[in-house]
């Protein structure tokens, strides 16, 4: 069955841009996260959906990141203002329900702030 | 919540075993001990999950001593394609959810 997916799978922005990254969940999965990961490092965590309720915002780096997710299907990720700093891999994960679940991972958007 | 100590990166030739120790002395009584493995350009995947003893599945092993305190994946037989980063987690129920922690993983090169 099909995977996470996400859009772009690479964008390129100049720095002080906004920029709209999009995350399709595997059908059925309640819960939804995004991660950034740089350049050789591990995944750290941005914020996680479950179904309708409020979502858990605590990595957010800053307020110029939000996230947005329509019931229990597309998400997407905006980060306004651009910064050199956010260039990196922005990876969404979903999973069936909460707990101790496998979380899915999507391929990755990569994002490069010139 | 608990932190993860692994090695940076390992060594090994096909055929062999791989074991990869994992740290994490801190573990609460409610965390699941996770492995991911990530090739380049892709997201993670899931691996094994064990809360104590030994776990096996089609892919790997994990052994977890009784104190917790630590874990092990074993790799047995590894191939070329087994080459990634392999990132041990502790899964902590936070908030009514699974919040991993990713640290920056072991690097696995296996040679011919």
């Known amino acids: 069955g099909a995977g996470v997916s996400q859009s772009p799978s690479n964008k390129v922005t100049e720095k002080g841009k906004d920029v709209e990254l999009r995350c399709d969940p595997i059908s059925g999965h309640t819960a939804l996260y995004w991660y950034r990961q740089r350049l050789g490092q591990g995944l750290e965590f941005l914020i996680y959906?479950?179904?309708?309720?409020?979502?858990?915002k605590s990595g957010l780096p800053s307020d110029r990141f939000s996230a947005e997710r329509t019931g229990e299907s597309v998400s997407t990720l905006t980060i306004q203002r651009t910064q050199q700093e956010d260039s990196a891999v922005y990876l969404c994960?979903?999973?069936?329900?909460?707990?101790?679940?496998?979380?899915?991972f999507g391929p990755g958007t990569r994002l490069t702030v010139l | 919540l608990a932190k993860t100590t692994q090695p940076i990166s390992m060594d090994s030739y096909e055929g062999q075993e791989v074991n990869i120790t994992c740290s994490h002395n801190?573990?609460?009584?409610?965390?699941?001990i996770t492995w991911y493995q990530q090739f380049p350009s892709q997201g993670p995947r899931f691996i094994i999950q064990g809360y104590k003893t030994k776990v096996t599945n089609e892919v790997a092993s994990l052994f977890i001593p009784a104190d917790r305190k630590s874990s092990t994946l074993s790799l047995p037989r590894v191939s070329l394609s087994d080459t990634a980063v392999y990132y041990c987690?502790?899964?902590?129920?936070?908030?009514?959810?699974?919040?991993?922690?990713f640290g920056a993983g072991t690097r696995l090169a296996v040679h011919p």
């Open positions: 987690l502790v899964a902590t129920l936070s908030g009514g959810y699974n919040k991993l922690i």
């Open positions: 994960a979903s999973s069936p329900q909460t707990g101790d679940d496998e979380q899915f």
């Open positions: 959906f479950q179904g309708n309720s409020a979502p858990d």
């Open positions: 801190n573990i609460a009584t409610n965390d699941y």
